[in-house]
C-alpha cells in the first residue's frame, strides 16, 4: 500500500510539471514575450544554441535567423517534452516548439549526425552504447497524441551517423 503511495505521489508530482509547463508557454507570446520573459517561466536553460548551430537542422526557420539563439529546455528523463525557444535578435520570443513529436521524428534521416539530432530534439533521456555492435542509442520519452507514453530510438553508428529510428510504446 505504501509503494503505491509513493508511485502515486511521484506521478501526480511529473503530472503537475506538465500541467507548469502549460501555463508558462501558455504565459508566453510570440514577438511579445521577451528573454527575461521566458528565463522568469523557464529559468536557465539546458543549453543554448546560436544561429549558426541549427542552420544545420532541417527546416531552421527563425532558429537559424542572424543573431538569434535558442535555448533547449529539456524534460527527459522523466518528462515527455523538450522545448526550444528562439529568442531574435531584438531580444523577445521568436519561437516556442515542442520538438519531441512523430512530425519531427520523421525529419531524422539516415546519415544525419548525432549533432544535428541533438539540435532538432534536444537531450535524449538515455544514451546506450554497444560496443559489440558498434552502435549508440539515443532514447527519447514523448506521448503520441492522445496519451500513448512512447519512446523514440535513434541508432548511430560508430562514427555517430544516424541509422535508424524506431518508436515503440513505453
Not at 78 to 87: D, E, S
Not at 95 to 102: E, F, G, N, T
Not at 109 to 138: C, D, F, N, W
Request: proline fraction near 6%; charged fraction near 20%; include cysteine.
Amino acid at each position: 500500500f505504501t509503494r503505491m503511495l509513493a508511485c502515486m505521489g511521484l506521478l501526480s508530482f511529473f503530472m503537475g510539471l506538465a500541467g507548469c509547463d502549460q501555463q508558462r508557454v501558455a504565459e508566453l507570446e510570440e514577438g511579445v514575450s521577451t528573454e527575461a520573459d521566458v528565463r522568469a517561466r523557464f529559468g536557465e536553460p539546458e543549453k543554448i544554441w546560436d544561429a549558426a548551430d541549427m542552420a544545420s537542422t532541417p527546416l531552421p526557420g527563425a532558429a537559424a535567423a542572424p543573431g538569434a539563439r535558442t535555448f533547449e529546455y529539456n524534460r527527459q528523463p522523466q518528462g515527455q517534452v523538450n522545448y526550444m525557444i528562439t529568442i531574435g535578435v531584438d531580444g523577445r520570443m521568436s519561437a516556442l516548439r515542442q520538438v519531441l513529436s512523430p512530425q519531427n521524428f520523421a525529419k531524422v534521416l539516415p546519415g544525419m549526425s548525432m549533432e544535428q539530432v541533438r539540435k532538432m530534439l534536444g537531450k535524449p533521456m538515455k544514451i546506450t552504447p554497444y560496443a559489440a555492435k558498434q552502435q549508440t542509442h539515443y532514447d527519447w520519452r514523448y506521448l503520441n497524441p492522445p496519451s500513448t507514453a512512447m519512446v523514440f530510438t535513434v541508432v548511430f553508428d560508430q562514427d555517430l551517423r544516424v541509422i535508424s529510428t524506431a518508436s515503440l510504446e513505453e
